[in-house]
């Protein structure tokens, strides 16, 4: 630790973050290119030049909060995860997976996993979304899907659901065990296109432009065809499907001549099976019961103790990530 202090030994210079916020991090040739498989593919003769003595890099993707936590454990080992909230942990994973340090990967989805009863029903997208992009987050990733596969719509209920992807929204609606009225999906899904524009839109819908449809109906374009229209109650739909007409298949809009909805030129899964209901519980107990599992979230109950530091020896030398 007091060499990473000492001003005149390093012959490294970094700079994280993008402006108006880099910061400069002096380090060691050596102990970088021990340390990290990344830094000793950067620091090669093939790819890093001085220039006065010293070798520089740039790391815009990384902000100088993480990369000195990234530093100080290429340093020491150590890592102190007290007081760091999950898209911290986040980024400090993103960061060790770039940089090839493997060890600290495992540590951080450890860590991230104890404390599962903490994000679980806040953060799932924020986690789900860092264990499709990181690819050496597997325990993360299969965590998820545990938990996804045991309640399917988990990551629709979840707090930060407007970070979900398009891909993962369409994967959610095609199922057919989510514990959700209809209706309940539509509302969150109107909701998470609304919150995918770059702008804010007025709650009142009868004051939206013509524009702000056009770009809602664009967001939403892959979803609707997975939204089983049959399986929603007339006055629902009246009230709450209705007003959004500018954005939805003109044959779903359309009376017929009893003065009802056109329901039978819709899309093919407009016509699938209702998703798991039932008149004497709700869809949720429903869904569960269908699995053969009536889930009681004790292990969510079982909260372990938050471990201040992450000590971890050794060198990460087992991963060979590709120079990006």
């Not at 986690?127 to 499709?132: K, L, S």
């Not at 987050?137 to 398009?166: G, H, N, R, W």
Request: aromatic share 10%; proline share 4%.
């Amino acid at each position: 630790m007091t060499l990473l202090n000492e001003d005149n030994e390093h012959d490294v210079i970094i700079e994280a973050g993008e402006e108006p916020t880099v910061r400069k991090f002096k380090a060691h040739y050596y102990i970088l290119r021990m340390r990290s498989p990344y830094f000793r593919q950067a620091l090669s003769s093939r790819w890093a030049q001085q220039v006065n003595g010293f070798f520089h890099f740039k790391k815009p993707n990384i902000s100088p909060e993480t990369f000195e936590i990234i530093l100080r454990y290429i340093y020491t080992s150590i890592i102190n995860v007290e007081g760091l909230k999950e898209v911290e942990i986040i980024d400090v994973l993103g960061a060790a997976d770039e940089l090839c340090l493997t060890v600290l990967v495992e540590a951080l989805q450890e860590k991230l996993m104890e404390r599962k009863h903490l994000w679980i029903n806040k953060q799932s997208v924020l986690i789900y979304n860092a264990g499709q992009k990181y690819p050496t987050c597997t325990k993360l990733l299969e965590t998820m899907y545990e938990a996804i596969y045991q309640e399917p719509e988990l990551l629709l209920k979840s707090e930060d659901f407007s970070a979900l992807e398009v891909e993962t929204v369409v994967w959610l609606l095609q199922k057919d065990d989510l514990g959700m009225l209809e209706i309940e999906l539509w509302r969150r899904i109107v909701e998470w296109g609304i919150r995918q524009l770059p702008f804010q839109l007025d709650p009142d819908v009868t004051k939206w432009r013509d524009d702000d449809f056009i770009l809602l109906k664009e967001k939403l374009r892959p979803c609707i065809p997975y939204i089983r229209w049959r399986h929603i109650g007339a006055t629902d739909f009246a009230a709450q499907v209705t007003i959004y007409g500018k954005i939805l298949p003109l044959e779903l809009c359309e009376p017929d001549i009893n003065g009802s909805s056109a329901f039978y030129n819709l899309p093919i899964y407009s016509e699938a099976m209702a998703r798991i209901q039932s008149v004497l519980i709700d869809p949720h107990q429903a869904a569960r019961i269908a699995k053969g599992k009536d889930k009681d979230d004790k292990d969510d109950k079982n909260e372990k103790g938050d471990d201040v530091v992450i000590g971890i020896g050794g060198t990460d030398l087992e991963c060979e990530e590709e120079l990006l």
